[in-house]
């Protein structure tokens, strides 16, 4: 497949799920299907009823914490709105970890699960490697961005997994912000507990054991290249008790990197 915006469909191959065969990373493994797709497809695990009906009770509305998103909390980077400035790419690397969630939401699934969702649709895959507090880590390259015919496709470890077409946009054609970190949801935002977010510890820039983003950058509509530094950005945190985020630091061949995560619990209503 073409990254370079060239406006091509892309061919999926979807089959139930039989976690067998392995597809092959530098940084992580995720486990596909046992029946091989036919050559210059990609691989997608079939959507259920069950994953729509598990995607609808999580709002789209992430930030800011109002009425109408109790139960979501976030823990992230966000650029700040510049007037005239909008985004058409948005990348890093982030450390696959595997906290417990709800039973329900995913059928009580026992790998990590990576999905990208619009409003009607989802993909997802699951992860067989994942990272260990002190031991092996294991991460993921994703990116998302525009091309030149206004879609934006979604980038698993340079492999273009699938795009969301521009004529179902309404509010997207020039986003204005974006950002990098974790967002948690409980089903039940008056007496739920939120579940951990990243490793389930909290940042501390060990990255041993925290959940860390490297290479987070952007590319703006003016063609410039950039991470978050300065007062570029701002940290969005909803439930301090909880979840938290580090400042951004530039690691040199890393590029700019920072942690987030927590334990979760009950962050109130």
Not at 229 to 257: A, L, W
């Amino acid at each position: 497949m073409d990254s370079g915006g060239k406006g091509r469909k892309t061919s999926f191959c979807t089959k139930k799920n039989k976690n067998a065969g392995l597809l092959r990373n530098k940084h992580s493994l995720i486990g596909l299907m046992k029946d091989a797709c036919p050559s210059g497809t990609v691989p997608v695990r079939r959507t259920t009823k069950e994953d729509l009906i598990a995607i609808r009770s999580m709002t789209n509305n992430i930030y800011p914490q109002t009425a109408a998103s109790r139960g979501v909390y976030a823990a992230m980077i966000q650029m700040r709105h510049l007037p005239g400035r909008s985004y058409t790419r948005v990348k890093g690397n982030i450390a696959v970890y595997n906290p417990n969630v709800s039973p329900t939401l995913y059928g009580g699934a026992k790998y990590s699960i990576f999905f990208a969702h619009w409003t009607k649709s989802l993909s997802r895959g699951t992860y067989t490697n994942v990272s260990i507090p002190y031991g092996p880590h294991f991460e993921i390259a994703v990116s998302i961005f525009k091309d030149l015919f206004g879609s934006w496709w979604v980038s698993y470890d340079g492999i273009n997994i699938g795009y969301y077409p521009a004529k179902i946009f309404n509010n997207f054609a020039n986003p204005q912000i974006v950002g990098w970190g974790g967002v948690v949801a409980t089903l039940n935002p008056s007496t739920g507990v939120s579940p951990p977010m990243g490793s389930g510890v909290f940042p501390d820039r060990n990255y041993a054991h925290s959940c860390s983003v490297r290479f987070a950058q952007y590319t703006n509509n003016l063609g410039i290249e950039d991470g978050p530094h300065g007062d570029s950005y701002e940290k969005i945190i909803d439930c301090p008790s909880h979840y938290s985020v580090r400042d951004p630091v530039y690691r040199g061949n890393q590029g700019y990197t920072f942690d987030f995560g927590g334990p979760g619990g009950k962050c109130g209503n």
